[in-house]
């Protein structure tokens, strides 16, 4: 990868966005596909599709790779979103989830008043992903039964994609995936993005990100 560009303009002209955002999208259309045809067949209901309830499910802990927060990056800074008072807030719910490791930590940053996802299309695929069949109801309550519809492509494609396109970014190996909470990710991608010397930054700082998450793992296992 060329030494002087910056992180965006590494990922803008090297066609990176465009390849994190079209396997992220095709993870998410394809498991809703298989999501919709196996209620068809069982015979039960996808609630989300139905869905007024206040979205629960966007107040949880999120995680995502590197790759899945580039688009979103991208859009920020392309809808010039990317403000001091973004950080701060991508910041503190970062440190939010990063502390509890599971569970509801509040509004998602990208929540807006009106209960829609501003990032929408650009969602990374746990969250595009993420379908219940049990009652909406029930996501908001502390304990509820939550019935989630299992997306199996997100244990083959997220993890090797993450590999090929930590290739094409020519980033530095850390050891582990470029993965951790949504907003760290987010955040990381914005603060490296006019970065000519991103591949320092994100190695430095994905590992610690990386090293956060797998501390919470090895904490739930004990
Ligand atoms: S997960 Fe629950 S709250 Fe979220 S859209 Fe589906 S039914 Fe609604
Ligand atoms: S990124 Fe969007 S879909 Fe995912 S938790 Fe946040 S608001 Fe919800």
Redesign the pocket.
Known sequence: MPGRLTFGEVVERGGVRDHASRVTRDVIRRSNEAAAEDARVHLYVL??DT?A?T???CGYVVTAYLYEAIPVAARLVRERRDTPALRKRLRDAAARMEAVGAGHVGPCVFLDAAERCTIHDDRPAVCGT???SSP?ER?ARPGGEVTAIAAPLLETVPPATAVAIAEELGLAPIGTQYFGMLPRMVLLCLEAWARPDYVRFLATHGRAAAERIAQLLERDRA
Do not use: G, P, Q
Request: one cysteine or more.
């Open positions: 609630s989300c869905c309830a979205k629960a499910c993420h379908l219940v909406a996501c």
